[in-house]
Nanobody, 114 residues
Framework: QVQLVESGGGLVQPGGSLRLSCAASGSIFIYAMSWYRQAPGKRRELVATITSSGRTNYGDSVKGRTTISRDNAKNTVYLQMNSLKPEDTAVYYC?????????WGQGTQVTVSS
């Protein structure tokens, strides 16, 4: 099981961009890696997933504005978010999943506000 540490969150104006990073303590080669988010009073929702083979999937609310990528050599997953909206405000969590185990990071806060 890997430990995950997210970074890159912060305060950004509407229309701005952020790049989140998720660093794992070990190899992520065989993991499907995902970003989730949870806004106050709302359920945690899937933002994006990238499989071990590189296939990607995005939540409807971020499709076209967000790109997930992975660098297995650095054991890191990225989430590039563009054209940010106030409704993107949430805590963003990294997830590593394989058949035998699953890990979550502690989350990084993203606030979109003018």
């Amino acid at each position: 099981q890997v430990q995950l540490v997210e970074s890159g969150g912060g305060l950004v104006q509407p229309g701005g961009s952020l790049r989140l990073s998720c660093a794992a303590s070990g190899s992520i080669f065989i993991y499907a890696m995902s970003w989730y988010r949870q806004a106050p009073g709302k359920r945690r929702e899937l933002v994006a997933t990238i499989t071990s083979s590189g296939r990607t999937n995005y939540g409807d609310s971020v499709k076209g504005r967000t790109t997930i990528s992975r660098d297995n050599a650095k054991n890191t997953v990225y989430l590039q978010m563009n054209s940010l909206k106030p409704e993107d405000t949430a805590v963003y969590y990294c997830n590593a999943d394989r058949l035998t185990d699953e890990s979550w990071g502690q989350g990084t806060q993203v606030t979109v506000s003018s």
